[in-house]
């Protein structure tokens, strides 16, 4: 799946690369005292945070001064400095061609070697190209795009998925940096849990339809769904196996009913993801988060603990292999909250049922997600309005 989803980021990238590559190589008068040199490429990856890197910045990227993307408002990673001619240590001149018609392909495959991947696994015909794109580039990624792959010669294997998002406003406007209606991705993450934002972008993103960012439904969403429904399952399953059985996992037959449940919602939810049906797909685990609250509260474990222990102990049985199911079903939408919990469980592998043993000891569990005040609502719009949103 990790392959599947990387495609669409690093196609884009490279289409950028070339029209830098482009406008370098016919000269197209942007810069009349330029700071780089002709034949150098500042490509950044989509995801990472830079904003944007003034005229002495790049200066000092090639001249080594700054050598991290930390050192100018990104990750803690090397920044890797790449000229054109760079290629002819991977790849012969005669295999870039006369024009350097060859780069798309030969750069693909120097990235491919890069990342231990096969290229042919990368653009053979057992690979799934996805585009991902908002609604206004419909046109290229399905029409000029697709036609310039072909045209070029190139080995190029045309889209499997063309995913396309509608539009998104913020409280009720369109978004505009120039105006400083936005929120700033830098801020927004020190500010909130990174679940949080990415839990209530794909649950009311703009998949289908056009759709607002409200800092009210933010708060609502937060609090109502990953705190009231999947966190406080977690907690109170696990502070109730810590408090009253020593920590210890109890005994018990898991639920048939449950056990056909996750195992059809590994395929259900890895089916959705891949056909990048993601909204549903959390939907879909959260329906199961909802159905594990209803469980636990049908089945009483603070009454049968004395009444039917045998009881009790089946259903917090039950309860513990639903939450080992739902770090790993939720990884992919919520990555950090899942870490910890699998933490907790001590699960690893991959995209597979999971069941945790009897007597497993569990931690002293601590809080997923912890409340948003209501104030936030306020405190938020009151930046937005004043153009002050850091």
Known sequence: MEKLLMISGFATSLIILLIVIFLFKEGAGLFNSPDVEDGYVIA?????????LSPNDILNVFDAEIVNWSQVGGREEDILVFHLSDLTNYVSEEELGADFENIPQCLS???AEARGENYADLWGDDSRHYYVHGKDSIPFHTIILPSLMPANGGEWKLPDDIISSEYLTLEGRKISTSQNWAIWVKDIIDRYN???IRYFMIANGPERRDSDFSWREFVNSHNGELLGAYGNFVNRTLAFIYKYFDAAVP???LDEGIEAKIAELYTIVGTLIENGNLK???DTVFEFVRFGNKYF???KPWET??????????TLFNCVQIIANLAVLLEPFLPFSSEKVKAWLKIDGGWSVKQIAASFVVPQPDILFERLDKSVVDE???RLQSGNNS
């Open 297 to 299: 509260d049908t089945e």
């Open 109 to 111: 495959k120097v990235v």
């Open 305 to 314: 603990r004395q009444a039917d222990i045998a009881a009790c102990n089946n």
């Open 380 to 382: 938020e719009l009151q």
């Open 280 to 282: 549903e797909a959390i």
């Open 194 to 196: 990174p679940d949080s």
């Open 251 to 253: 005994s018990g037959v």
């Open 44 to 52: 950044v990856n989509r995801e990472n945070p830079v904003s944007k």
